[in-house]
């Protein structure tokens, strides 16, 4: 497929945070639209399923102005000028959850709602955790738990998890997690 010819693009709009674009495209059958969609205008972002041992993972509790209530969610944050997404991944788990990892995997690379943004999310398996705390941007403390990985039925049903981001990830954790094993066991989670 030939993707649309940019005709123009103008900002439409400007935040502390986002910035809207305007794009006029022509499409190779002729036909014209316009799209606006939220500028990327940084490095990307992290999202870290971590690991503190192979059955449990580390979930904060944090507000979210979106949905104006607490959520249970991955720990996760933008990389900075000059970080690769492991970098970003493991200062991230240091900041938000008091712990560093060993060993950290890339598992994907996720975009949230493509028709009006490029914002990406790097999902990273983060184990062999040591604690360490980093100083981080939160306005208040956030509250680490463990749960249990093959309890995810459980989480999905909560009215507090429900990040799509978050699902998804730990659904590929899991997967990448079940692949790596020498026995095959009879979950069925």
């Given at each position: 497929?030939?993707?649309?010819r940019i005709d123009s693009r103008r900002e439409v709009?400007?935040?502390?945070?986002?910035?809207?674009?305007?794009?006029?495209?022509?499409?190779?059958?002729?036909?014209?639209?316009?799209?606006?969609?939220?500028?990327?205008?940084?490095?990307?972002?992290?999202?870290i399923v971590a690991m503190p041992d192979p059955d449990?993972?580390?979930?904060?509790?944090?507000?979210?102005?979106?949905?104006?209530?607490?959520?249970?969610?991955?720990?996760?944050?933008?990389?900075?000028?000059?970080?690769?997404?492991?970098?970003?991944?493991?200062?991230?788990?240091?900041?938000?959850?008091?712990y560093g990892a060993h060993d950290i995997e890339p598992?994907?690379?996720?975009?949230?709602?493509?028709?009006?943004?490029?914002?990406?999310?790097?999902?990273?398996?983060?184990?062999?955790?040591?604690?360490?705390?980093?100083?981080?941007?939160?306005?208040?403390?956030?509250?680490?738990?463990?749960?249990?990985?093959?309890?995810?039925?459980?989480?999905?049903?909560?009215?507090?998890?429900?990040?799509?981001?978050?699902?998804?990830?730990?659904?590929?954790?899991?997967?990448?997690?079940?692949?790596?094993?020498?026995?095959?066991?009879?979950?069925?989670?």
């Amino acid at each position: 497929m030939i993707p649309p010819r940019i005709d123009s693009r103008r900002e439409v709009a400007r935040s502390r945070l986002f910035a809207v674009e305007a794009l006029e495209l022509t499409f190779s059958n002729g036909a014209t639209r316009s799209f606006e969609r939220l500028k990327s205008g940084g490095h990307g972002a992290v999202m870290i399923v971590a690991m503190p041992d192979p059955d449990h993972v580390l979930l904060i509790r944090e507000y979210a102005a979106g949905p104006e209530q607490y959520v249970l969610t991955l720990p996760k944050g933008l990389i900075d000028p000059g970080e690769d997404p492991v970098t970003a991944a493991n200062r991230e788990l240091m900041e938000e959850c008091g712990y560093g990892a060993h060993d950290i995997e890339p598992l994907a690379e996720l975009s949230l709602a493509p028709n009006y943004m490029d914002h990406r999310m790097n999902v990273m398996l983060a184990r062999d955790l040591y604690e360490k705390r980093l100083p981080g941007d939160e306005p208040e403390p956030l509250i680490v738990e463990r749960h249990r990985l093959d309890e995810l039925p459980a989480l999905l049903a909560r009215e507090d998890f429900h990040e799509a981001r978050a699902i998804a990830a730990l659904f590929m954790a899991r997967e990448r997690l079940l692949a790596g094993e020498e026995t095959h066991s009879p979950r069925w989670w």
